[in-house]
């Protein structure tokens, strides 16, 4: 069993900065992926990070300005997130899963998730 827990969402301007992070507890798998979700909508896929070694992946809604990075020695994933706009608005949620995917039915555990508001 894995246990996750995500922090640092908030309020935060148009331009804006914010980091994300996710605590493991428990045999947390190979890739570390965090995902965001707006009401009504499904979830989406941000970006994920497999292994020790950091290989990343990236949605292309967000390449370029989220930076998904690992801590094996703290069990914490961290998402920074630069030039934050109105559509980043939505619920983020880190999760595990086995093999690099973006399908998020695939991903075994998740957090409770964190709220990131962007204002224009």
């Known amino acids: 069993q894995v246990h996750l827990v995500e922090s640092g969402g908030g309020l935060v301007q148009v331009g804006g900065s914010l980091r994300l992070s996710c605590v493991a507890s428990?045999?947390?798998?190979?890739?570390m992926g965090w995902f965001r979700q707006t009401q009504g909508q499904e979830r989406e896929f941000a970006a994920a990070i497999i292994g020790s070694g950091g290989n990343t992946y990236y949605a292309d809604s967000v390449k370029g300005r989220f930076t998904i990075s690992r801590d094996n020695a703290k069990n914490t994933v961290y998402l920074q997130m630069n030039s934050l706009k109105p559509k980043d608005t939505a619920v983020y949620y880190c999760?595990?899963?086995?093999?690099?995917?973006?399908?998020?039915?695939?991903?075994?555990?998740w957090g409770q998730g964190t709220q990131v508001t962007v204002s224009s």
């Open positions: 999760a595990t899963a086995r093999y690099l995917t973006t399908a998020p039915n695939l991903y075994d555990f």
């Open positions: 428990g045999r947390t798998s190979t890739v």
